[in-house]
Nanobody, 124 residues
Framework: QVQLVESGGDSVQAGGSLRLSCVAS????????MGWFRQAPGKEREGVAA????????TYADSVKGRFILSRDSAKNTMYLQMNSLKPDDTAMYYC?????????????????WGQGTQVTVSS
């Protein structure tokens, strides 16, 4: 089992940047999926980016490609989401999540452990 704590959410204007952090209670394991997801009011939770510790592959949703970057610091058990060129459509609660799997995708139901979320609000 692993506990996840997100931070870094804030209110920004369109075009701005934020960096979200997700601290895990244990070291990243091999063959883990580590992902960022978001949920806007009235909408389903959707995947934003995911990283496979086994395959070393990062996957991004089309809506954030070229703007968001997932990275990690294994020494700190921390995963980051750098968000640039933010748009009002990026407004949502952002969650990090993990799953014990090799092949990682952006389907929320395939992730087992979730943080409590951090709010990102982008104004026009």
């Amino acid at each position: 089992q692993v506990q996840l704590v997100e931070s870094g959410g804030d209110s920004v204007q369109a075009g701005g940047s934020l960096r979200l952090s997700c601290v895990a209670s244990r070291a990243f394991a091999y063959n883990w999926c580590m992902g960022w997801f978001r949920q806007a009011p009235g909408k389903e939770r959707e995947g934003v980016a995911a990283f496979s510790t086994g395959g070393g592959v990062t996957t991004y949703a089309d809506s954030v490609k070229g703007r968001f970057i997932l990275s990690r610091d294994s020494a700190k058990n921390t995963m980051y989401l750098q968000m640039n060129s933010l748009k009002p459509d990026d407004t949502a609660m952002y969650y990090c999540a993990t799953a014990s799997r090799y092949f990682c995708d952006l389907v929320p139901s395939r992730y087992n452990f979730w943080g409590q979320g951090t709010q990102v609000t982008v104004s026009s």
